[in-house]
């Protein structure tokens, strides 16, 4: 089969024959029909994830549905033809983080499917049978590949900070297919939204498919803080702000501008980057600083069912062959993506 292969953590990709891969007795075979092409792929192709030079050649890419093509001798609960859609991270199944369902903290991980484990830039991939979820009826391999991370994770945002119709919610790198599937999930929960962008091509995509509770907001120049103020009932600054990219200037503007009581998440995969507020203002203004870990199996499946109804918009900007995820990723790492790119080999 065609896969695309990356040969080390740092390197590009290049399309290759490569075997057809085989299920073990714990494993299923899909066939890919849809796979988001990603900067948070981009970040684990960088090593941001794992550098370990031993995982490499590794075919790249977790965010995908598909149709089980194969199932191994002890796989029970997915057979041939049905419709999934994939989990990221690799979970042990017996922690008692995973038993009580909150399987983005396990706490015996195995990695990340797509990282360490050849993932679903193929034609055909194989995972643990624990690694694939229904995919809803109604939702399209498209829908399924958003819901895996681009959906999901928002949902998990929106979970742990509990938005409603109170909140301003800024979204930080709103033109990302997180922010942008952010964004809409706010909305939807009845808070106002301001989505932060850098250029002028990001904002007016973000206004292009978004509805009127969400407002483009430029995020560059020195008086930020005070248009966010400008921007939200009272003066008072947005009470939720979720940074989609890890940019700790904007992120220190957005703490500047942050509402009496407010909740700053972080959702970055980079390893570099610190952000640490005075304390006593930290105190004074009974601010909150979350981390927010990717989504549960639940999350994921949830999300599916938020685009098969209809009450999210899926934001498609691209469909792409195998041949063309090399220059995708270029464009990811110039800056100069916005949206999700979705792979259909
Ligand atoms: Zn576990």
Redesign the pocket.
């Known amino acids: 089969m065609d896969a695309c292969v990356l040969e080390e953590w740092g390197g590009s990709l290049s399309v290759e024959s490569v075997p057809d891969p085989e299920p073990g007795p714990n494993e299923v075979r899909v066939d890919v029909r849809a796979c988001g092409v990603t900067r948070t792929i981009e970040n684990a192709i960088q090593g941001g994830l794992d550098d370990d030079p031993s995982l490499t050649p590794r075919i790249p890419g977790h965010e995908f549905a598909g149709i089980v093509d194969a199932v191994g001798e002890a796989v029970e609960g997915v057979t041939p033809g049905d419709r999934v859609l994939s989990y990221f991270y690799l979970?042990?199944?017996?922690?008692d983080?995973?038993r009580r369902g909150e399987t983005n903290q396990?706490?015996?991980?195995g990695g990340w499917y797509g990282v360490n484990w050849d993932g679903a830039y193929a034609e055909q991939t194989v995972l643990p049978a624990s690694n694939v979820l229904p995919l809803p009826e109604g939702a399209t391999f498209a829908e399924g590949a958003i819901a895996t991370d681009g959906l999901a994770t928002p949902l998990h945002v929106c979970r742990r900070t509990d938005v409603t119709d109170r909140d301003t919610v800024l979204v930080i790198g709103a033109a990302g297919r997180i922010g942008i599937h952010l964004s809409q999930l706010a909305a939807l929960r009845g808070a106002r939204v301001l989505a932060a962008e850098i250029t002028d091509e990001r904002l007016e995509y973000v206004d292009s498919v978004t509805g009127p509770a969400v407002q483009p907001i430029d995020a560059r120049g020195t008086d930020f803080a005070k248009r966010l103020e400008t921007a939200t009932p009272n003066g008072d600054g947005p009470t939720v702000v979720v940074d989609t990219v890890g940019d700790t200037d904007t992120l220190s503007d957005a703490w500047e501008a942050l509402s009496m009581g407010g909740q700053i998440v972080s959702l970055t995969t980079h390893h570099d980057r610190s952000f640490a507020p005075p304390l006593k203002e930290f105190v004074a203004s009974e601010a909150s600083i979350l981390g927010s870990r990717y989504a549960t199996k639940d999350e994921v499946v949830r999300a599916a069912r938020l685009l098969a109804d209809g009450r999210i918009d899926p934001v498609v900007t691209e469909r792409v062959g195998l041949e063309e995820v090399p220059d995708v990723h270029e464009r990811i790492r110039s800056g100069q993506s916005h949206g999700m790119v979705v792979l259909e080999p």
């Open positions: 979970t042990c199944g017996d922690c983080r995973c396990c706490t015996n991980v």
